[in-house]
């Protein structure tokens, strides 16, 4: 249950970006809604200092670290070594207070600490027998991370808090399950946790690491140097020990008549969220967005509305955000909403001008999409159809400024012309430059408003 009487949960607003004028006969109305959390948990990256909570108001939050103890985790051994340092600086990073445990994972998942099927509480002295335990740790075995997933589930479960977080380490593909237990454990812990995965050298799957980020509304990233894992594991660790308020749903209602055509998250990353929306009650359903501290996010809503003549306007669709509350049923956010309108003109100019927001989503998600259909074809040895897609990648990064986008493009193609989207294809590429291509390419740029 959401609890408001801390004084650091983070308040929401909602501001919606749109150009509402339609021509005679138009139908589909876009919209960028900004969501900002502000006065939560942290200050930018920062963890609130432990001086911010009102007594009695500790942190409610539990997590899992589950670390991949297969046997390709000992070649090289700096893998092994880099995960046990990097689980050991995580553990560093608990707010005291936090429940937490760590996960062992090989074809099957073991609890290395605390064990006995429960949750540990961070204080000074389970930090040091939470580490002392992490020495024990060796590589051997296979893959199956859905029994990791399962396990973290269980755990984070037995406890009564609003956060429940897991940390994800892997270095190799998932062998010893099928890809229908791999989904099957996603589909059954999404909406319990979030997860953040990344991916250690170049020997794992991109695809298994981004879906299981997506499924459970966490981040994915490559580590290629086992050297980095430790400030990676720091850094996602004082994140999550940032959050507030968990199960935060973005609320769609629309009058009759109308339908939702999409709703996707384009920033920080680009997200499809249509196909999890659950009915929220008459012309309502809501759409997950996770945890949230102080942060802000942009959702891209494109909605269908009737057919209408000129100087006629409506409602396309309210938006407001709205968290659990016990059994009462889900519960608004106060003073989180915004309105998407539509109206119907016979001046061009203004039922022409795209909104630049929308504009500029519209590219970041074309340039995800591209990135990927480009990669696909250039492994299945499509010389033209990844040099036409790569092409029109670098081409959308340099025009909307994503800058690190086009700084990965660039080591995986030659770039002839940026603005035209001229490239040819490196004929030799480091994997690791084309596993971080991929990983990254959901990351998106914010527009400047």
Request: charged letters at 20%; aromatic letters at 4%; proline letters at 4%.
């Amino acid at each position: 249950m959401a609890n408001f009487s801390k004084s650091n949960v983070p308040q929401f607003s909602v501001d919606v970006y749109q150009n509402e004028y339609l021509p005679e006969g138009g139908r589909e109305v876009n919209a960028i809604v900004t969501v900002s959390a502000t006065g939560g948990g942290t200050v930018g990256n920062a963890v609130a200092a432990p001086h911010l909570y009102a007594p009695g108001q500790g942190p409610d939050a539990a997590v899992a670290v589950m670390v991949d103890c297969s046997g390709s985790m000992d070649f090289p051994r700096a893998k092994m070594r880099g995960a046990r340092e990097a689980t050991a600086a995580a553990i560093d990073s608990l707010r005291d207070g936090v429940h937490f445990a760590v996960i062992g994972g090989t074809h099957v998942g073991k609890e290395v600490y605390p064990g006995g099927g429960r949750l540990a509480v961070a204080g000074t002295a389970t930090r040091e027998q939470a580490k002392k335990a992490l020495r024990g740790l060796s590589a051997g075995g296979g893959t199956a991370i859905g029994t990791w997933l399962r396990l973290a589930d269980r755990l984070l479960s037995s406890v009564d808090v609003q956060i429940r977080h897991g940390i994800l380490l892997t270095d190799g593909r998932n062998e010893h399950e099928s890809p229908g237990d791999l989904k099957a454990a996603l589909d059954s812990c999404a909406g319990r946790f979030t997860c953040d995965a990344r991916g250690v050298g170049t020997d794992w799957e991109v695809k298994d690491v981004t879906a299981i980020a997506s499924a459970l509304l966490g981040t994915a990233d490559i580590v290629a140097d086992p050297a980095a894992l430790s400030a990676d594991f720091t850094h996602m660790m004082e994140t999550a020990m940032g959050k507030e308020v968990a199960d935060v749903a973005l609320r769609l209602w629309t009058p009759v008549g109308t339908a939702i055509r999409f709703v996707k998250q384009v920033a920080p990353t680009v997200e499809e969220l249509t196909d999890r929306r659950t009915e929220a009650g008459p012309r309502a359903g809501d759409y997950p967005t996770g945890s949230w501290g102080d942060e802000s996010r942009d959702y891209h809503v494109c909605v269908e509305v009737p057919a209408a003549g000129i100087g006629q306007e409506m409602l396309a669709a309210r938006v407001s955000l709205v968290i659990p509350q016990g059994d009462g049923g889900p519960q608004a956010l106060p003073g989180a909403q915004g309105l998407v309108r539509a109206v119907w003109t016979d001046d061009m100019t203004a039922s022409t001008s795209i909104n630049p927001q929308v504009a500029h989503y519209t590219g970041q998600a074309e340039l995800a999409q591209v990135i990927q259909q480009g990669l696909d074809a250039r492994k299945a040895g499509d010389v033209d159809g990844a040099t036409a897609k790569l092409g029109r990648a670098v081409q959308l990064a340099g025009a909307s400024g994503n800058a690190d986008t086009a700084k990965l493009l660039a080591k995986v193609v030659d770039v002839v012309d940026a603005a035209a989207g001229t490239v040819r294809l490196k004929a030799k590429v480091e994997d690791a430059d084309e596993m971080t291509l991929e990983t990254r390419s959901t990351k998106t740029v914010r527009v400047k408003k």
